[in-house]
């Protein structure tokens, strides 16, 4: 029963808000998913600050929704209007109810499977569901609490409406919110009287849903990470200007869109300038109707409300968020990054002493390591560019032109601009090993690789008059490549690529013993690092620490320390309880001695310590 109603209550939830946005403001069905979405995010968002319970802003979004029914009906008093608008908007309602359950079923069954899943983002789901509040007042030790909390927010939502919280759920939400920012894309044209033929709209959907498929470092469909979804923000953020007109409905959806930016990822602050000044030279010369001197200005100060409101929400948050995380935090602010930071980086005089060592490993990166197909970065972009010119030699109106050109162009510094974000972060946002690593430089670099990709094919969609052989062309194109390229496993249901939950067994283990308020110490021999993070996570609350005692086995076995028998001693017993976990018969030969039961120094068991006459006992 209660697996058929987490299926049924997200579904109607999604139906709710999606029609009543949708005939609140005269939308299409498929424009109008997001955007409430993003009402729904800002309404949990506010009364998790006011009143400390998310589950609030559900409830007054879903009794706005209502309301904006019923207010409907009073208006136009008959039921035939209302009939007529539902019936308008049964065609797109089809294809929303087709990707919601395509993304519930190739989730059944899926796990996190990544270190940050279950070292933060993970976290921050848990304590938000647990608590019914902002994951920043809670009282659990994890990493990066002070981070903004949008899309974790939309996650506990959907959790909270399958009635569990589930590592399935969190990745249906998460993905559910993607998605929405990508259906108009399949749905609107800019002849918006042309009639969209099923045939066109299974093409294009088939096209923007296996995009992700071709980006390496990071699972689309397979991870609460937030890199992608970011690069999704900025793509709709994008979408809205392009394809909006110099009207307040266009500067509302799209203020909405960047508060929402701006609250899922702290470097998205970088973003908030490239697309502030694009909507104010979009508005001004590249719509139709003519430009004159209080026009410009009304643009102008449009241009200043969609600066301030999102920062103004942001700073808000910051400052909430600051009276739990207490001065030594900083918030979600750049703290150190300013422009004294950036001078060192720019003067390159040796202050940060591996700057030549990355800045060759990262520019050789951007020119030859395979992001999306194996093509790299720099190609990527100028590849883009270079296409989205060439088609707008096809189009028939010049203002169509003028629009793919400019949007071209600002894929085009965007690119150079994010390439240099990225540069500076590698030089004063890393640690040294990190930066010469360059860790996570496929997730970092797919965020804006993604928002130009998703661009471009948006722009080619909505250009292109509805016979046109291009969106066909590009199908055919996917299908070809999808033999070579895609990564088929992440839309796999887990229950059929047999996905299991990291170390659960052992957590449980753990569980089953040691009482909650207790502390344990976890011994591990040749584990991955994963581990520590997935047994903290499903044994919380727990307070657990965890040694490496041995040689290191490899260069990157960074975790392995040898322990004098006397450090080992005094570490364990600081703790409740001892977990072998994973040893080996290197660690009983050397360091069962200090057990008063050295036949106890068993793989797998779980003892109660306590010190007496030099050894640790253990029962």
Same mark, same amino acid.
């Given at each position: ?81 209302? $009939? ?35 070292? $933060? ?22 990493? $990066? ?76 469909? $397979? ?397």
């Amino acid at each position: 029963m209660v697996t058929v109603l987490g299926i049924l209550f997200p579904f109607l939830y999604m139906c709710l808000v999606t029609g009543a946005y949708s005939i609140q403001f005269n939308r299409r069905y498929a424009e109008s998913m997001a955007p409430a979405f993003c009402i729904q995010m800002l309404l949990m968002l506010f009364t998790g600050m006011v009143i400390n319970s998310v589950s609030l802003g559900i409830v007054i979004g879903i009794v706005l929704a209502i309301s904006s029914y019923a207010f409907f009906m009073f208006k136009n008093r008959s039921w035939s209007i209302l $009939h007529s608008k539902m019936k308008d908007c049964y065609p797109e309602f089809v294809l929303a109810v087709i990707v919601y359950l395509l993304i519930y079923t190739i989730n059944m069954g899926k796990h996190y499977h990544s270190v940050d899943e279950f070292m $933060h983002w993970g976290n921050f789901l848990r304590e938000t569901y647990r608590l019914d509040a902002l994951y920043v007042t809670s009282p659990a030790p994890f990493y $990066h609490k002070d981070y903004v909390p949008a899309i974790t927010l939309f996650e506990a939502l959907w959790c909270k409406l399958s009635l569990r919280l589930s590592e399935a759920n969190a990745y249906r939400g998460i993905q559910m919110l993607q998605v929405s920012m990508l259906l108009p894309m399949i749905t609107r044209t800019v002849r918006r009287e042309e009639h969209i033929k099923p045939i066109s709209v299974a093409v294009k959907t088939f096209i923007t849903l296996t995009i992700p498929l071709f980006f390496s470092g990071l699972l689309f469909y $397979h991870t609460i990470y937030q890199d992608y979804i970011y690069g999704v923000l900025v793509f709709y953020c994008m979408w809205i200007v392009i394809t909006g007109e110099r009207t307040i409905y266009t500067l509302f959806e799209a203020t909405l869109a960047m508060t929402i930016l701006i609250l899922s990822k702290m470097t998205a602050l970088a973003f908030l300038p490239m697309i502030v000044i694009f909507y104010a030279v979009y508005m001004i010369f590249y719509q139709e109707s003519v430009r004159v001197s209080h026009t410009v200005s009304k643009v102008i100060g449009a241009s200043a409300v969609l600066t301030f409101i999102p920062l103004a929400t942001w700073k808000m948050y910051n400052v909430y968020a600051q009276t739990f995380l207490g001065k030594s935090s900083g918030g979600q602010s750049y703290g150190a990054h300013g422009i004294s930071s950036l001078l060192i980086v720019l003067a390159h005089d040796g202050t940060i002493a591996w700057q030549n060592d990355v800045e060759k490993s990262y520019l050789s990166a951007l020119i030859s390591r395979g992001l999306v197909s194996r093509i790299p970065y720099v190609q990527l972009i100028l590849l883009i560019v270079a296409l989205l010119l060439l088609y707008s030699y096809m189009g028939e109106k010049r203002d169509y032109i003028r629009k793919i050109r400019i949007s071209a162009l600002w894929i085009f510094l965007a690119g150079l601009a994010y390439g240099f974000l990225m540069y500076y972060l590698y030089m004063t946002g890393f640690s040294e090993y990190e930066a010469r690593e360059l860790a996570s430089y496929d997730r970092y670099m797919g965020t804006f690789a993604i928002s130009a990709v998703f661009l471009a094919v948006a722009i080619v969609f909505y250009f292109s008059k509805e016979k046109t052989i291009v969106i066909p062309a590009i199908g055919i194109v996917f299908l070809q490549n999808a033999f070579f390229f895609l990564d088929y496993d992440q839309i796999i249901p887990g229950i059929l690529s047999g996905d299991k939950a990291l170390y659960l067994n052992e957590a449980n283990h753990i569980c089953n013993i040691v009482p909650e308020d207790k502390t344990v110490a976890v011994v591990i021999r040749g584990e991955n690092v994963i581990a520590e993070d997935a047994v903290n996570y499903y044994g919380y609350p727990r307070e657990m620490g965890f040694a490496y005692p041995g040689k290191a086995t490899s260069e990157e076995d960074t975790l392995s320390r040898e322990y004098s028998c006397e450090e080992l001693t005094k570490w364990i017993i600081s703790y409740d309880y001892v977990y072998f976990m994973n040893i080996d018969n290197a660690f009983i030969g050397e360091y069962s001695g200090i057990f008063a039961n050295p036949e106890d120094v068993v793989r797998g068991e779980i003892y109660k310590v306590s010190y007496d006459g030099g050894k640790i006992i253990t029962y």
